[in-house]
């Protein structure tokens, strides 16, 4: 079956543009988590969605947004980007959020350059 | 922030067994340990999870303390496309979401 798919794999944009990330879970899944990457802080999770809901949200600052579609589709927007959010964004998947549950499953994620 | 403590790096020579530690000392009773693997900036790939026994799948076996306040990774025979950063992730729930702690994990570098 189908992975975790998102889209744009790359992207450039200038600072203080905004810009929208999408990611398709895996067919049936219901709860979707984005994390960003950046190689000083690592992994860092930004927030979680299940049932259109935003469940938990990381330490970022409210420039980064996300919803969740009835599909169980989402999009992460980043408004008035700032150099420093140049990262590889990732977005996983699982069945449910509940702990142990199941394995959450990574996409190749989107690179984003702001310039 | 980071619950997890990883060795930064390790070699492991091809065929040999790898095993790779983690620190969780501050582990609560509901909380899982999950490993995956990232290569080449790619998506992590989900490697194998438990809680308080053993456990083993295709990939690799993990193994808990009794007290869980730490965890081996076990590659039994490292392959040269074993050569990615690993994870060691406490995978926190509440009753309203969770989320993964990454820690800094380890590179490791099997060697022909």
């Known amino acids: 079956k189908a992975g975790v798919t998102q889209t744009p794999r790359y992207l450039i944009k200038t600072r203080g543009q905004q810009v929208t990330l999408s990611c398709s879970p895996i067919?049936?899944?219901?709860?979707v988590s984005w994390y960003q990457q950046t190689p000083g802080q690592g992994l860092q999770f930004l927030f979680e969605?299940?049932?259109?809901?935003?469940?938990n949200k990381g330490n970022f600052p409210g420039r980064f947004s996300g919803r969740q579609f009835s599909n169980s589709r989402s999009e992460m927007n980043v408004s008035t980007l700032e150099l420093g959010d140049s990262a590889l964004y990732l977005c996983?998947?699982?069945?449910?959020?509940?702990?142990?549950?199941?394995?959450?499953?990574f996409g190749q994620g989107t690179r984003l350059t702001v310039v | 922030d980071a619950k997890t403590t990883q060795p930064p790096s390790m070699d492991c020579a091809e065929g040999r067994a790898a095993n790779l530690p983690c620190n969780h000392s501050?582990?609560?009773?509901?909380?899982?340990v999950y490993w995956y693997r990232q290569i080449h900036s790619q998506g992590p790939q989900y490697i194998i999870h438990?809680?308080?026994n053993n456990e083993t799948n295709e990939m690799a076996s993990l193994i808990i303390t009794e007290d869980r306040k730490s965890s081996t990774l076990i590659l039994p025979h490292a392959t040269l496309r074993d050569t990615a950063v690993y994870y060691c992730?406490?995978?926190?729930?509440?009753?309203?979401?969770?989320?993964?702690?990454f820690g800094t994990g380890t590179s490791l570098t099997v060697i022909p």
């Open positions: 996983a998947s699982s069945l449910t959020p509940q702990i142990g549950d199941t394995e959450a499953f």
């Open positions: 067919s049936g899944h219901r709860s």
């Open positions: 969605y299940f049932s259109e809901t935003q469940r």
């Open positions: 501050t582990i609560s009773g509901n909380e899982y």
């Open positions: 438990g809680l308080k």
């Open positions: 992730i406490v995978r926190v729930g509440f009753n309203t979401g969770n989320q993964f702690y």
